[in-house]
């Protein structure tokens, strides 16, 4: 078998859930990052009209757009930039100016006449934990784990991933066939405990840290891998994207290349909640949005599972699903969205959910179109069309 993380003990003190009512209503911004650029939409309190400002790096490839929760104004965007390579870029101002990192996610050099690694991309951006003041986390293409203490203009790498040979291994070749490559993602931070951490990686399964990176243990059990590959060797395990929820941060949510997951802490074994989806539909898809008050709701956005993997909503007809027990029932939520002919699909970043009641939903498609529901998903309005590819889609509230 391969390792799998003993149950933590959480202090008695610490196991209180972190529920809170919705805020009042706030002006709202979409981060919306793309494959030629990043848009920013913003939204009045009531999430009726939005304005656009973009592009922003037009011709850029933005893998990920986040808004610092601590500070409200300070922007940080993933960016590749053609032949100047991959970067981070900051603004202090909401996107008023930006400003390129002085040190961005790089690996370490290699010792002589070894062969190295260089990052090809940054796929992931996490704002560090609410006590940790200017910190920040960073996946990248291929496998590696970054942190800033700064705002995000210097990053440093984490030696107990980026140069470990048992995660080298798990994390297969840099052609393991991942569109665009291989990525570190799904960033997790306990908001109880920063040094409580989780990512994932496509490939090479699911990883947790109670001391704040210096050890890790792996979080694989009960995920299935593709029919033929051995389920013991991380390589094969492609987890798509892990969600922590806010509400309940001993519960965690797993849309994987092989179904939706989900975790209750201090069990260390994944369930697999996506077999109540319809059969016609099946539970494979890329994003999870987790419900910001209520541990038991959450939201997939299927696509086509099939031996091909076109990478379209199944039959073209898009929908997405919730669930409001935890995964025992789901329920399709597709009211406003085509109903034929609609091949695109939703990548792992690029659907979020806001805080205010009922919880707002968004999503973008691989073919440019920006969605959004005001009412947790029973009926949907496209708010922008013929963007670019969008890749990742973040909400936040401004004062």
Not at 150 to 172: H, L
Not at 330 to 353: F, I, Y
Request: proline share 9%; net charge positive; with cysteine.
């Amino acid at each position: 078998m391969a390792p799998t993380t003993k149950p933590r003990a959480v202090p008695s003190a610490a196991r209180t859930s972190t529920a809170k009512r919705a805020p009042a209503p706030r002006p709202l911004m979409l981060m919306v990052a793309t494959r030629k650029g990043a848009w920013l939409f913003h939204g009045d309190a009531k999430r009726k009209t939005w304005r656009v400002d973009g592009p922003h790096f037009l011709g850029h490839t933005v893998s990920h757009l986040r808004l610092d929760p601590r500070d409200g104004r300070t922007l940080l965007a993933a960016a590749k930039t053609g032949h100047l390579g991959p970067t981070v870029f900051r603004s202090t101002n909401l996107g008023k100016t930006w400003k390129e990192a002085a040190q961005p996610p790089a690996f370490a050099k290699a010792p002589e006449g070894s062969k190295g690694r260089t990052v090809d991309h940054t796929f992931w951006l996490t704002p560090g934990h609410a006590s940790e003041k200017g910190s920040w986390y960073a996946g990248t293409s291929p496998q590696g784990l970054f942190r800033s203490e700064d705002g995000g203009d210097r990053w440093t790498p984490f030696p107990s991933v980026n140069d470990d040979p048992q995660f080298i291994e798990w994390m297969g070749s840099p052609q393991d066939g991942t569109p665009d490559g291989p990525k570190l993602h799904s960033i997790n931070i306990d908001p109880r405990d920063p040094k409580h951490l989780y990512f994932a990686m496509s490939s090479g399964g699911v990883h947790e840290s109670v001391d704040g990176g210096l050890t890790w243990t792996t979080l694989v059990k009960g995920m299935q891998v593709v029919g033929g590959f051995d389920p013991n060797a991380l390589t094969f395990h492609d987890p798509h994207v892990v969600r922590l929820c806010p509400s309940n941060p001993d519960r965690l949510y797993q849309q994987n290349h092989c179904g939706i997951y989900r975790i209750d802490r201090p069990g260390d074994t994944w369930q697999r909640i996506g077999t109540k989806m319809p059969k016609r539909v099946g539970d494979v898809g890329f994003p999870i949005v987790v419900h910001p008050r209520n541990a038991d709701v959450a939201w997939v956005f299927p696509m086509d599972g099939t031996d091909v993997w076109p990478r379209t909503c199944p039959q073209g007809i898009p929908a997405a699903y919730g669930t409001r027990n935890g995964g025992k029932t789901w329920q399709r939520l597709a009211g406003g969205l085509p109903e034929s002919q609609a091949w695109w699909t939703v990548k792992r970043q690029a659907m979020t959910g806001d805080a205010q009641d009922p919880v707002g939903l968004y999503f973008g498609t691989t073919s440019g179109e920006l969605w959004m529901s005001r009412d947790e998903g029973a009926r949907w309005t496209c708010i922008a069309q013929h963007l670019p590819e969008i890749y990742a889609v973040e909400v936040a509230e401004l004062a």
